[in-house]
C-alpha cells in the first residue's frame, strides 16, 4: 500500500476511515432532509424551530425540530468534507462521537418536557445518540489506526 493510500491524500474516501466518515456523513445529511418530509416525519404540520414542543416525529419514532434537522445536515456536511482526508475522517468519528455521548447523556438528564430540552431529545432519540456515539468513536479508534508503509519496515 503507498503512503498516499495510508494516509488518505490520494483519491476520495480511500481509506477504511475515510469511507466510514463518508458513510456517516451521507446517512446524517438523508436523516436532515427526511426530517422535512412529510410521509418519512408525521406531523410535519407541529414542526417547530426548538423545543420539546415540537410534535414531529422522523419515521414515527424520533422527535425532531428544524434545529434538530439542521444538525443533521451539519454534520452530514462535515463528513462529507472531511471524508477527503484520514486524519480529517478520523478527527469527524471521534469527536462527532464525542458530542453524540454528551447528548446521550443530556438526553438522560434533562426531562423530555423541560424548557431545556432544546433540541428535543426523547427516549428514542438518547438511545441512537448512545450508539452513534459508540459506533463513530470506536469506528474512529479502529480504523483511524495509522498503517506503517511497508516499504519503511
Request: proline share 3%; charged share 10%.
Amino acid at each position: 500500500m503507498s503512503t498516499a493510500a495510508t494516509r488518505g491524500n490520494g483519491r476520495y474516501a480511500e481509506t477504511p476511515v475515510q469511507k466510514a466518515a463518508l458513510v456517516f456523513g451521507i446517512v446524517f445529511f438523508i436523516v436532515g432532509i427526511a426530517g422535512f418530509i412529510p410521509g418519512l416525519t408525521s406531523n410535519v404540520d407541529a414542526l417547530e424551530f426548538a423545543g420539546h414542543e415540537s410534535g414531529a416525529m422522523l419515521l414515527g419514532i424520533f422527535q425532531v425540530s428544524i434545529l434538530h434537522n439542521i444538525v443533521h445536515l451539519l454534520f452530514g456536511v462535515l463528513g462529507l468534507v472531511t471524508a477527503r482526508t484520514f486524519s480529517g475522517s478520523r478527527g469527524f468519528l471521534i469527536w462527532g462521537g464525542a458530542i453524540y455521548a454528551v447528548l446521550w447523556i443530556y438526553g438522560l438528564v434533562v426531562p423530555h418536557d423541560h424548557q431545556a430540552n432544546f433540541v428535543p431529545l426523547n427516549t428514542a432519540d438518547n438511545w441512537l445518540h448512545f450508539v452513534l456515539a459508540a459506533a463513530m468513536i470506536a469506528l474512529g479508534v479502529l480504523l483511524g489506526r495509522r498503517v506503517r508503509d511497508a516499504r519503511t519496515v
